[in-house]
Structure formats: C-alpha cells, structure tokens
C-alpha cells in the first residue's frame, strides 16, 4: 500500500522560507515523476512543482526561482524548497505520485495515481 506523508508546513511571514517534505512507503522514489501541488480556499488545485526519474524538474511560473523540487532516494522522500514565500503561496499543499511514466509538469492531476493528506502553508503579510 502506498503512502505519502507530507510535513514543514507551517505559518510565516512574507519572505520567509519552509521546507516541504514527502516520505514515501511502498513506493519508490525516482522511479517515476512526482510532484506537489497547492490549493487554496475557494481555488482550484495548481500544479507547483514536479520531478521526473531522470531527475528533470518543472515549475508552475508563479513559483519558478523561489522553489525548489528536490529527492533523496536513499530516504524515499521528495522536498519541496520554498524561499520568498508571499501571501498568495497561501494553501494546502499536497505530494503526489504517479504509477507509470507520464508528461511529468503537465500539472493534470489525474496523471497522479497516489496523493498525500497536505499539509498547510499559511504566509503572512
């Protein structure tokens, strides 16, 4: 059974920096692409960051030079880097993984077969 456990969430303030991680079990990392995604009260999810098994990464435009995707297969776990957080990076963000190879960065959440519970991101002004 796969689980993905997201934490280092928490509230700062603008400018700050969190740093995201997602522990995987019964699943691999590196093996196939796994991304996080946000999604704010009354918003749609947004896709935010993603990385491929070769290591490749994407980014949302919102998000590109202020986070950083990242994993460390010898933990099992991917982070997520957040640096000169601003209001609007207010949300619950969730880890996710798909199950065979995909367009990683296509930000289609149904390309995802396993998500994690999120955990909360609040920034203050």
């Known amino acids: 059974q796969v689980q993905l456990v997201e934490s280092g969430g928490g509230s700062v303030q603008s400018g700050g920096s969190l740093r995201l991680s997602c522990l995987a079990s019964?699943?691999?990392?590196?093996?196939?692409?796994m991304g996080w995604f946000r999604q704010a009260p009354g918003k749609e999810r947004e896709g935010v960051a993603a990385i491929d098994s070769d290591g490749s990464t994407s980014y949302a435009d919102s998000v590109k030079g202020r986070f950083t995707i990242s994993q460390d297969n010898a933990k099992n776990t991917v982070y997520l880097q957040m640096s000169s957080l601003k209001p609007e990076d207010t949300a619950m963000y969730y880890c996710?993984?798909?199950?065979?190879?995909?367009?990683?960065?296509?930000?289609?959440?149904?390309?995802?077969?396993?998500w994690g519970q999120g955990t909360q991101v609040t920034v203050s002004s």
């Open positions: 996710a993984a798909a199950g065979a190879e995909v367009f990683c960065g296509s930000w289609y959440g149904g390309a995802y077969n396993y």
């Open positions: 019964g699943y691999t990392t590196g093996s196939f692409c």
